[in-house]
């Protein structure tokens, strides 16, 4: 039987896709964002992962099932349902894809978070089975992205267009991280790249330091522990460059 490791299971959630959600939290990540906010989620220790929370461990699909079903009725009042986060939910992908078919069997909305960093034939069956695809870009240009990630783009760039010949629908976040990709000319090489895949939209993730906790709980070098969050009033002129370029951008 297939099991998943999970890091949370959190409910009650209004920030990971429509209505009232319940989150999923999967472990393990083959990237390694030097800005991530869930390090515990590239932490295999399961002790460890128990004491940030209780929720954590080894569960099969019908658990994690039966944990969601539990709040139906609000997803059906609040438009909401499951949302699969991480981590990188396709690093899991035989179990991913199982809990998105249960999901989808029993009419529950499904929202799939993710980098888009995954073997093509694993994210084209977890695709397939979502209802939407929350898909990260962190970087246009591929060299740059591999300095701050760890991995190369085009990979992630085949899935995103494969997303879209598959008809999904998908929200493409940018976390916008100082130094990084936060300057005007990012803002143009974005938008250059969305024009060319035909993506209409955007959210801005300004950078936050919701994780810095986290780092010194692990006792984990954290590379951006004194970087100032970024708040929406200092992403002005950047997410104008997109409304420039006729793509809806907001935050
Ligand atoms: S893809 Fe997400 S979970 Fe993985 S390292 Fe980057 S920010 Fe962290």
Same mark, same amino acid.
């Given at each position: ?89 396709? #690093?899991? =992908? ?8 249960? %999901? !989808? /069997?029993?009419? +529950? ?77 990012? #803002?143009? =090489? ?8 035909? %993506? !209409? /939209?955007?959210? +801005? ?47």
């Amino acid at each position: 039987m297939v099991t998943g490791l999970l890091f949370n299971i959190q409910k009650f959630s209004l920030h990971d896709g429509p209505g009232i959600r319940t989150v999923v939290f999967f472990n393990g990540c083959p990237l390694s964002c030097r800005w991530c906010a869930n390090p515990e989620s590239r932490q295999g220790d399961l002790s460890i992962l128990k004491a940030l929370s209780p929720d954590a461990g080894e569960y099969t699909v019908d658990q994690v099932l039966e944990i969601c079903l539990q709040d139906q009725p609000f997803y059906e009042e609040s438009g909401g349902g499951v949302t699969l986060s991480g981590g990188e939910v396709l #690093a899991q =992908g035989s179990f991913a894809a199982a809990l998105l078919r249960a %999901l !989808k /069997e029993r009419k +529950i909305h499904s929202v799939l978070e993710t980098s888009g960093f995954a073997p093509p034939e694993i994210f084209d069956e977890c695709a397939g089975a979502a209802d939407l695809l929350l898909f990260d870009i962190k970087h246009y240009d591929s060299r740059r992205h591999a300095e701050g990630t760890g991995v190369p783009t085009e990979l992630i760039h085949r899935n995103l267009r494969s997303a879209l010949a598959m008809g999904k629908q998908i929200l493409p976040r940018i976390p916008v991280i100082p130094g990084f990709n936060d300057a005007p000319e990012d #803002a143009e =090489g974005f938008s250059r790249l969305f024009q060319d895949m035909g %993506l !209409k /939209e955007v959210q +801005i993730l300004p950078f936050h330091q919701f994780g810095k906790k986290k780092y010194e709980m692990l006792k984990s070098p954290y590379a951006l522990r004194d970087i100032p969050q970024l708040h929406t009033e200092d992403l002005e002129a950047f997410r104008q460059i997109f409304l420039d370029h006729r793509i809806d951008c907001f935050f």
